[in-house]
Nanobody, 122 residues
Framework: QVQLVESGGGLVQPGGSLRLSCAASGFTFSNYVMNWYRQAPGKERELVAVVSNTGRTTNYVNSVKGRFTISRDNANNTVYLQMNSLKPEDTAVYYC???????????????WGQGTQVTVSS
Protein backbone atom coordinates (compact mmCIF):
# COMPACT_ATOMS: atom_id res chain seq x y z
CA GLN A 1 0.00 0.00 0.00
CA VAL A 2 1.06 3.58 -0.64
CA GLN A 3 2.32 5.45 2.40
CA LEU A 4 3.74 8.91 3.00
CA VAL A 5 4.79 9.49 6.59
CA GLU A 6 5.91 12.95 7.70
CA SER A 7 8.06 13.63 10.73
CA GLY A 8 10.14 16.42 12.22
CA GLY A 9 7.48 18.95 13.13
CA GLY A 10 7.28 20.64 16.49
CA LEU A 11 7.52 23.90 18.39
CA VAL A 12 10.32 26.31 17.52
CA GLN A 13 11.09 29.94 18.29
CA PRO A 14 11.08 32.62 15.58
CA GLY A 15 14.39 32.53 13.73
CA GLY A 16 14.87 28.86 14.47
CA SER A 17 15.07 25.87 12.15
CA LEU A 18 13.31 22.58 11.58
CA ARG A 19 13.87 19.76 9.11
CA LEU A 20 10.80 17.86 7.98
CA SER A 21 11.10 14.38 6.51
CA CYS A 22 8.65 12.34 4.47
CA ALA A 23 9.25 8.62 4.07
CA ALA A 24 7.55 7.11 1.02
CA SER A 25 6.67 3.50 0.25
CA GLY A 26 4.39 1.47 -2.00
CA PHE A 27 5.19 3.21 -5.28
CA THR A 28 8.10 3.99 -7.56
CA PHE A 29 9.37 7.07 -5.78
CA SER A 30 11.67 8.26 -8.56
CA ASN A 31 8.72 8.57 -10.97
CA TYR A 32 6.93 11.15 -8.81
CA VAL A 33 7.21 14.87 -8.32
CA MET A 34 7.26 15.58 -4.59
CA ASN A 35 5.60 18.58 -2.96
CA TRP A 36 5.27 20.13 0.47
CA TYR A 37 1.99 21.88 1.24
CA ARG A 38 0.88 23.67 4.37
CA GLN A 39 -2.44 24.73 5.82
CA ALA A 40 -3.20 26.99 8.75
CA PRO A 41 -6.67 27.30 10.34
CA GLY A 42 -8.88 29.57 8.27
CA LYS A 43 -6.47 29.63 5.34
CA GLU A 44 -6.32 27.88 2.00
CA ARG A 45 -3.97 24.98 1.51
CA GLU A 46 -0.77 26.42 0.09
CA LEU A 47 1.87 24.80 -2.06
CA VAL A 48 5.19 25.58 -0.40
CA ALA A 49 7.84 23.70 -2.36
CA VAL A 50 8.25 21.34 -5.31
CA VAL A 51 11.09 19.05 -6.33
CA SER A 52 11.32 17.22 -9.65
CA ASN A 53 11.68 13.47 -10.05
CA THR A 54 15.46 13.68 -10.17
CA GLY A 55 15.86 16.35 -7.51
CA ARG A 56 17.59 18.68 -9.95
CA THR A 57 14.77 21.24 -10.19
CA THR A 58 13.01 22.97 -7.31
CA ASN A 59 10.39 25.70 -6.93
CA TYR A 60 9.10 27.63 -3.92
CA VAL A 61 6.32 29.97 -2.96
CA ASN A 62 7.73 33.50 -2.71
CA SER A 63 7.20 33.77 1.04
CA VAL A 64 9.71 30.97 1.77
CA LYS A 65 12.33 31.62 -0.91
CA GLY A 66 15.77 31.88 0.62
CA ARG A 67 14.60 30.27 3.86
CA PHE A 68 13.31 26.80 2.90
CA THR A 69 15.03 24.10 0.88
CA ILE A 70 13.33 21.01 -0.54
CA SER A 71 15.45 17.99 -1.43
CA ARG A 72 15.03 14.28 -2.03
CA ASP A 73 16.99 11.08 -1.61
CA ASN A 74 15.71 8.63 -4.20
CA ALA A 75 17.89 5.83 -2.85
CA ASN A 76 16.02 6.04 0.45
CA ASN A 77 12.59 7.13 -0.85
CA THR A 78 12.61 10.26 1.28
CA VAL A 79 11.87 13.92 0.66
CA TYR A 80 12.96 16.69 3.04
CA LEU A 81 12.04 20.27 3.79
CA GLN A 82 14.76 22.24 5.56
CA MET A 83 13.16 25.30 7.14
CA ASN A 84 15.40 28.11 8.39
CA SER A 85 14.69 31.58 9.76
CA LEU A 86 11.21 30.48 10.74
CA LYS A 87 8.49 33.06 11.27
CA PRO A 88 5.20 32.86 13.19
CA GLU A 89 3.35 32.97 9.87
CA ASP A 90 5.00 29.65 8.96
CA THR A 91 2.84 27.98 11.61
CA ALA A 92 0.70 25.34 9.89
CA VAL A 93 0.20 21.66 9.34
CA TYR A 94 2.69 20.58 6.70
CA TYR A 95 1.76 17.82 4.26
CA CYS A 96 3.90 15.69 2.00
CA UNK A 97 2.40 15.07 -1.45
CA UNK A 98 3.47 12.77 -4.30
CA UNK A 99 2.19 13.36 -7.83
CA UNK A 100 2.66 11.45 -11.05
CA UNK A 101 1.77 13.27 -14.26
CA UNK A 102 0.75 12.02 -17.67
CA UNK A 103 2.90 12.79 -20.68
CA UNK A 104 0.64 15.83 -21.22
CA UNK A 105 1.16 17.30 -17.76
CA UNK A 106 -2.12 16.23 -16.13
CA UNK A 107 -2.26 14.72 -12.64
CA UNK A 108 -2.57 10.95 -12.81
CA UNK A 109 -1.75 9.75 -9.29
CA UNK A 110 -1.87 11.92 -6.18
CA UNK A 111 -0.88 10.68 -2.71
CA TRP A 112 -0.86 12.51 0.63
CA GLY A 113 0.70 12.09 4.03
CA GLN A 114 -1.07 12.63 7.35
CA GLY A 115 0.59 15.96 8.08
CA THR A 116 2.91 17.22 10.79
CA GLN A 117 2.34 20.31 12.94
CA VAL A 118 4.86 23.14 12.83
CA THR A 119 4.39 25.88 15.42
CA VAL A 120 6.62 28.97 15.43
CA SER A 121 6.11 30.97 18.60
CA SER A 122 8.09 32.88 21.20
Amino acid sequence: QVQLVESGGGLVQPGGSLRLSCAASGFTFSNYVMNWYRQAPGKERELVAVVSNTGRTTNYVNSVKGRFTISRDNANNTVYLQMNSLKPEDTAVYYCNAVRYTAYGDRQYDYWGQGTQVTVSS
